[in-house]
């Protein structure tokens, strides 16, 4: 469901840090996605979502209507939530970090990161809720489309299906398990 007043995948997607932009914010930093514990008490999982992930982060823009959105919210203090200086950097956000991921319907184990980013801190600062929440909703779908064709006799499992996306991600998702 989209936030009211935005209109890019960036702005309903992305949770927006409050930052000064003190110069810091150009620092290079590394990140890697990784989960700590399986789901479904089992010992691995199976990777996915990692292609919408960067197809979203390929095409992230703030529009006028997202940034004239954010430009009216107001602290407790009645003041601006963010700083102009902020919104003129959103207003021309590119991202441009480097992304290593591991391939899609890959057997990964927890500790192990599916996804490294590397580059400007506010960048994937900005970008780590929505690659999170791509990563580990597909993730976990994939994994349980898995543990059930394991489970099951040959032919059994014909096809996991959710209420809440399309037939074709699901699809998809389905697929990339074993």
Known sequence: MRSEGFESCAADRAIIPNIRLTGTHEKEAVFH??????PFQSGYTIAAGLGDAIAWLRDSRFSDADLAYLGTL???????????????YLRTFTFTCEVDAIPEGTVVFPNEPLLRIRGPILQAQIVETALLNFINFQTLIATKAARICHTSKEGDAARVTLRTIDEGRCAQMFHVGP
């Open 74 to 88: 107001t602290g407790n203090d009645g003041a601006p939530l963010f700083d102009p200086a902020f919104l003129a």
């Open 33 to 38: 996605l990784f989960f700590r514990k399986a």
